[in-house]
């Protein structure tokens, strides 16, 4: 069995990170779940698709040409690592996640990720949909507070302007998606550990998952 390490968590948790320097210490692969409906709300956007059309989005989902090389991410060769962060991106992945068929489209992509000798994965449901029998599910929660500085930084950081009021305001709206929508909807899945990184900063938390995993 290739083991699986599962981290869920809301918007701007700090999953990404963490999930990622767990990887680099372990060795294992690493999936981004969260960047393939970026990429499938990129595509929609660009190709103007009604992002309303279930059924068009799904088809997207599904022919995604898309690649994860090193750090980047190359849709139909083009580098789109820094496009997929824009907060327009972002708002559009959540919507279009809320569809079951876009989430159905892109299952058969994410369990592909999963390949000797382990895997790390980041997103809302990878402990509870896509690997339920992961030995070790994490599910990272923060403070609103403290995700909406994170999220702050993160795009001064990547050079997109940002302001704190309407992060806050975008943070919480897709904590009610996320939340409420009907399928996968965002809760930790069952056996799920719970950490809290309000305090803690990304190696306290990558310390505390090797930990768990080790035990
Ligand atoms: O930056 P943020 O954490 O909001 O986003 P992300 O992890 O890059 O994912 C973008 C959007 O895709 C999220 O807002 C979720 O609504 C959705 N998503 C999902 O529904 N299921 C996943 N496994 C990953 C992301």
Redesign the pocket.
């Known amino acids: 069995q290739i083991p699986v390490i599962t981290i869920d968590g809301?918007?701007?948790s700090g999953?990404?990170t963490v999930a990622h320097r767990v990887a680099d210490k372990l060795g294992f692969h690493y999936l981004?779940?969260?960047?393939l409906?970026?990429l499938t709300a990129l595509s929609a956007l660009r190709r103007g698709t009604d992002l309303a059309d279930e059924h068009a989005l799904a088809k997207l989902a599904e022919h995604l040409h898309c690649s994860f090389q090193g750090g980047d991410i190359i849709l139909s060769h083009e580098n789109v690592s820094d496009a997929i962060r824009a907060e327009e991106v972002?708002n559009t992945?959540?919507k279009i996640?809320t569809f079951p068929a876009v989430?159905h489209a892109l299952v058969g992509l994410q369990l592909g990720f999963r390949k000797a000798p382990g895997l790390v994965a980041?997103?809302?449901?990878?402990g509870s949909v896509i690997f339920p029998h992961a030995p070790l599910k994490v599910f990272l929660t923060a403070s609103v507070a403290a995700r909406a500085g994170r999220r702050y930084k993160q795009l001064i950081d990547k050079g997109f302007s940002a302001n704190m009021e309407d992060l806050l305001m975008d943070l919480q709206a897709?904590d009610d998606?996320?939340t409420n929508r009907a399928i996968?909807p965002l809760v930790p899945a069952e056996g799920a550990h719970v950490l809290d990184t309000s305090e803690m900063n990304a190696d306290e938390a990558v310390r505390q998952v090797l930990k768990w995993y080790a035990s």
Request: charged share 40%.
């Open positions: 809301p918007t701007a999953k990404g981004d779940s969260g960047a409906y970026r972002g992945a959540s996640a989430r980041d997103g809302r449901d990878m897709r998606r996320d996968a």
